[in-house]
């Protein structure tokens, strides 16, 4: 179901979390409203839900306008950062709750909860309390009972920012195979741009309560609209009005007149790829990625001379 | 209440001597205070043989009395659960003008002495009472005293669970269409229930032991407005201190039972915390 | 709207039960003005009545809160067999009814208690004398510390103390430099709970005293003798005395109470 937010504005008493915002989220994609803390992304998305009020603007779902109704009668399903899991029922009863809040048959619930425990893999834990499980089987829990009313839209709030990293990586990887199955429309917010970039088909980026660019990864990383864009989805070095990527520094032992000089301070060997931090002869820092075999090739040394040269460089014009 | 264990110490807070000395004071402080009356009741409650102590508590005026004090102080518990939640529900979660003097005067009848109490509400709810009303010298009487000395217990137990109650856990209800009135039953009350549980045990305990509100306002009418409270201080002053001492002792095992029954119930419903 | 509902049925209930009575009460003691009810708190009876009764808080609570501290230390900190029944004993004292606790220093130090004979054979007197109600006022008001300072000491845990420790205090300066300014607070909210009762205790007294006017009499037993004695104008007086007494100490909760109670 496809989701249109129309100027959206949002106040907590001075402080503008959302400002003339405006996003549209097609049918059946996996969305991410990625951006900084305090850029408005979880309001937006409590919006969409219907759990805060904007000041102004409108939400339509599948082209009805929403913006009235009270969440629960919206049809999203909301997954909260931590979990809010109904501490004092089982898990069997947790998922089933929305089903029972609907008045369904009790075999339909059973069955019906029974398919979705095995679908998040926590069929053995059906009889347990959250208190018993894990983060991240408690978020699987939560994604569960979200998806037992089959809401037209699933929306997840920071969902794997409570687990550990390693949990973190499994979950992002087993959502993204989730939605493919489910075709849910599905929107989730995260700071993290790593995750936004690996399963997002759109990503929304955020700051200061504003939209800064709508794209594909791919789209943001390549083509960013400003300065916040491509320093928040990538690393970023600065000369001047230039923005260049570690990875577009070309390091050269020889000058070819499009080259500066500059020293090597630091050699960082992280794994396959090797960083590599320059000063530049007026002064200024950067750091160059290159491949374990381009700096074996190069023979870098800290103290030796280096001369580097941006292979692409984006200057952004100013608005 | 909670279930935790206490920590072992690695290092004395105290000195050594110092903290042996403490120990000592305290131990002596708590058996002459605490311990050693409490068994000499006991003890007396048992003298001239057990006849004296079955005739004792068997007296129609002294079951009369234990019945009437059972009942009322159910009741007012019963009251208390409702009417204290519904405080302790405006003070967390709604905000309206002159909200901190309502929290404060909560505290009221830990503070005020229960003579005063009592005088207070006959002054407005007896004979020459401004508003017409006049409950003095009837079960309401008791009822009313009882209420106001029990007023703050489960307020201040619900308070803190109320403030810490995961606001998320009520919009995750909301989010799967559940409507306010659903959300309370199966959401916020169960997450409530032990607290008001708590706060009902320290309100019961209070109630069947309350004297100083009740005595002037109920007129300690026998067989009728008399709690036990007042009849083991009418045995007192009677010259019968053991068969005051036996009441005494029925109260306490009673009240102890009580106890008892609502602290397993409390621990049945928080089990999903000790899973 | 559910939000109105609540609020007056909360609100009602405040008032019908409480704010009414006392303001009544301060009604009464003053419809004829100040100099009558004035009077009527200075007659001698009355002074002694409140004399008295700051008198036996002036003891009780010093004693409760060294008491308090000490025994909180205990339960917190060091392992002794019957750590549960000291629990209980100290918790006891709000579970009893105040007739009761009477009753049982009746039949420790009176007459025909077990102390009762040595004590008339050394010529003290405990019940019906100050002594009596000094040591049940002790007792009614003695759980208020412990259980105020008992959570604190597991709260900030040993650390602290073991910090200490390893920077060469001696026990006697830990405890002085690190634990008791942590559980001050705790300590001041338990002081004025353990005040509050001392000052407000009846029944246990009623019965140890033997209600002899000018002599032990509290304040709260000189209330009651004076509404007995149908004298309504000092009943009220002596009670607005207590009440603002009493307000006095919700206002020192207020300030030392540990956590916010609403948003």
Request: net charge neutral.
């Amino acid at each position: 179901m496809a989701i249109i937010g129309r100027s959206l504005t949002k106040r907590f008493g001075s402080f503008t979390a959302l400002d003339e915002v405006s996003i549209e989220v097609a049918a059946g994609s996996l969305t991410a409203l990625l951006g900084p803390s305090g850029s408005g992304k979880s309001t937006l998305l409590r919006v969409i839900a219907g759990l805060e009020r904007p000041e102004t603007g409108t939400v339509e779902l599948d082209g009805v306008d929403v913006s009235g109704q009270a969440a629960q009668k919206r049809g999203v399903g909301f997954v909260f950062q931590h979990y809010a899991a109904f501490k004092h029922m089982t898990v069997r009863e947790n998922v089933a709750f929305g089903l029972k809040v609907r008045k369904r048959p009790r075999a339909e619930i059973r069955s019906r909860v029974d398919e979705l425990l095995e679908l998040v893999q926590l069929a053995g834990w059906a009889d347990h309390y959250p208190a018993q499980l894990s983060g991240g089987q408690r978020q699987r829990m939560a994604l569960a009972r979200a998806l037992a009313v089959e809401p037209k839209v699933l929306l997840l709030d920071e969902p794997f920012g409570a687990l550990d990293a390693r949990v973190r990586k499994e979950l992002r990887g087993w959502l993204r195979r989730l939605h493919d199955e489910m075709h849910v429309t599905t929107i989730f917010v995260t700071h993290d741009q790593e995750e936004a970039m690996e399963i997002a088909d759109q990503i929304v980026l955020m700051n200061h309560g504003r939209v800064e660019q709508v794209g594909s990864p791919r789209e943001l990383y390549e083509e960013p609209a400003n300065e916040f864009v491509m320093s928040f989805v990538g690393p970023v070095n600065r000369f001047g009005e230039s923005f260049v990527r570690p990875h577009d520094l070309e390091l050269r032992i020889e000058p070819n007149g499009e080259t500066t000089e500059g020293k090597v301070e630091r050699i960082i060997h992280l794994g396959f790829e090797v960083r590599v931090e320059v000063q530049l002869e007026d002064g200024r820092d950067c750091w160059a990625q290159v491949t374990r075999e381009e700096a074996e090739q190069l023979e870098l040394a800290p103290g030796e001379s280096i001369y580097v040269r941006p292979r692409r460089a984006k200057v952004f014009q100013a608005i | 209440m909670s279930a935790r264990t206490e920590s072992l110490p690695r290092a004395p807070a105290v000195g050594s001597t110092g903290a042996g000395l403490g120990m000592g004071f305290a131990t002596a402080y708590l058996s002459l205070i605490v311990l050693l009356p409490l068994a000499a009741l006991v003890w007396h409650s048992g003298k001239a043989g057990r006849s004296n102590f079955w005739e004792a508590v068997s007296d129609p005026q002294a079951v009369s009395a234990l019945k009437l004090t059972l009942a009322v102080s159910t009741a007012v518990c019963l009251i208390n659960a409702v009417m204290g939640t519904v405080v302790a529900w405006i003070l967390v979660r709604d905000r309206f003008p002159g909200q901190g003097v309502v929290n404060a005067i909560i505290d009221l009848p830990f503070a005020l002495p229960t003579i005063v109490a009592g005088l207070t509400l006959l002054a407005l709810y007896g004979p020459n009472g401004p508003v017409g009303v006049d409950v003095a010298f009837s079960r309401t009487a008791v009822v009313l005293a009882l209420l106001f000395v029990t007023l703050p217990f489960v307020i201040r137990t619900v308070q803190p669970v109320l403030l810490e109650l995961d606001r998320e856990m009520e919009e995750a209800a909301a989010s799967l269409g559940a409507g306010p009135l659903l959300t309370f039953r199966h959401i916020v009350f169960p997450n409530l229930f032990p607290a008001i549980l708590s706060g009902v045990a320290l309100a019961f305990a209070r109630a069947i032991g309350e004297f100083g509100a009740v005595v002037l306002i109920s007129g300690n009418l026998p067989f009728k407005t008399e709690v036990a409270s007042v009849f083991i201080f009418g045995r007192i002053e009677s010259g019968d201190a053991p068969g005051a001492a036996a009441v005494s002792v029925v109260i306490l095992l009673i009240s102890f039972a009580v106890l008892l029954g609502i602290g397993a119930l409390r621990r049945w419903t928080t089990r999903h915390d000790r899973a | 709207m559910h939000k109105w509902v609540l609020r007056l049925v909360g609100l009602s209930y405040l008032a019908v039960l409480l704010a009414a009575p006392v303001g009544l009460v301060f009604w009464r003691t003053f419809e004829h003005g100040i100099g009558p009810a004035w009077d009527a708190v200075t007659t001698p009876a009355a002074k002694h009545a409140f004399v008295l009764t700051i008198i036996i808080a002036a003891i009780a609570v010093p004693a409760n809160t060294i008491f308090g501290v000490i025994c909180a230390l205990a339960i917190v900190r060091r392992r002794f067999p019957g750590k549960g029944i000291v629990n209980a004993l100290v918790d006891l004292p709000l579970a009893l009814s105040p007739v009761v606790v009477g009753l049982a220093f009746l039949l420790l130090y009176g007459r025909n208690g077990w102390f009762g004979n040595w004590l008339t054979d050394h010529g003290i007197q405990v019940v019906f004398a100050l002594p009596g109600m000094i040591l049940v006022t002790i007792f009614v008001s003695l759980p208020f510390v412990v259980r105020e300072v008992v959570p604190v000491l597991r709260e900030i845990g040993i650390e602290q103390e073991q910090a200490a420790a390893t920077l060469g205090a001696s026990g006697f300066q830990t405890f002085q430099r690190v634990t008791l300014p942590a559980i001050r607070w705790a300590v001041g909210y338990g002081v004025v709970l353990t005040t509050a009762r001392a000052l407000g205790e009846f029944g246990a007294v009623s019965v140890v005293s033997g209600h002899i006017v000018g002599k032990t009499e509290t304040a709260t037993l000189h209330v009651e003798e004076r509404f007995r004695s149908f004298d309504y104008t000092g009943a009220y007086a002596a009670s607005v005395v207590l009440a603002l007494l009493a307000i006095a100490t919700l206002l020192a909760m207020s300030l030392f109470k540990p956590k916010e109670a609403t948003r």
